[in-house]
Antibody
Framework: EVQLVESGGGLVKPGGSLRLSCAASGFTFSGYSMSWVRQAPGKGLEWVSTFSSRTRNIYYADSVKGRFTISRDDAKNSLSLQMTSLRAEDTAVYYCARDSSGWSRDVWGQGTTVTVSS | QSALTQPPSASGSPGQSVTISCTGT?????????VSWYQQHPGKAPKLMIY???KRPSGVPDRFSGSKSGNTASLTVSGLQAEDEADYHCSSYGGSNNLVFGGGTKLTVL
């Protein structure tokens, strides 16, 4: 079964850091680009970052550029997101997602919740 | 990159058809055939329903269809069923390796 499982969410103070992880199984992880997408409470989805499998290029939304770092370990079938200088507006459910045709995301994890509050 | 514009809500009775719009610009929806639609039930992860404007992943009922005209994409759900009640999100490639989403539409089956 194709599966993505996120972990690492929690409560953090403004200015703090947190590292999210995503464990992949059921497919050849190294062959797919992977992304993080977040959803603030009661809001729509927001793309955060993508790590291309083929070019190894990394892309970030302007809202997180310079604060978040995406990485992947193909040997361990895992994707990570290191988040620093966290702000209240970073509060959201963070989803790990597999990239597919036409910039779609065809497999999603269950999400992990990040709350930034003092 | 600005978010795509979706109506906050839509509704229809069982068996009817409903269409949800997603409006962008020539820099995103109008410039690429990379529009996707996702269904999200409360407390659940999004599920891909449509990709590349009109294509359905395996397992998605053919009651769901997508289209695009100019800078506006649309998702049509025909033969509405109770289980179609959910939030629907559109997305589009926005150029410069950016992906942009809409604000989401809550579909209510009356």
């Amino acid at each position: 079964e194709v599966q993505l499982v996120e972990s690492g969410g929690g409560l953090v103070k403004p200015g703090g850091s947190l590292r999210l992880s995503c464990a992949a199984s059921g497919f050849t992880f190294s062959g797919y680009s992977m992304s993080w997408v977040r959803q603030a409470p009661g809001k729509g989805l927001e793309w955060v970052s993508t790590f291309s499998s083929r070019t190894r290029n990394i892309y970030y939304a302007d809202s997180v550029k310079g604060r978040f770092t995406i990485s992947r370990d193909d040997a361990k079938n895992s994707l990570s997101l290191q988040m620093t200088s966290l702000r209240a507006e970073d509060t959201a459910v963070y989803y790990c997602a597999r990239d597919s045709s036409g910039w779609s995301r065809d497999v999603w994890g269950q999400g992990t919740t990040v709350t930034v509050s003092s | 990159q600005s978010a795509l514009t979706q109506p906050p809500s839509a509704s229809g009775s069982p068996g009817q058809s409903v269409t949800i719009s997603c409006t962008g610009t020539s820099s995103d929806i109008g410039g690429y055939n990379s529009v996707s639609w996702y269904q999200q039930h409360p407390g659940k992860a999004p599920k891909l329903m449509i990709y590349e404007v009109t294509k359905r992943p395996s397992g998605v009922p053919d009651r769901f269809s997508g289209s695009k005209s100019g800078n506006t994409a649309s998702l049509t759900v025909s033969g509405l069923q109770a289980e179609d009640e959910a939030d629907y999100h559109c997305s589009s490639y926005g150029g410069s390796n950016n992906l942009v989403f809409g604000g989401g539409t809550k579909l209510t089956v009356l």
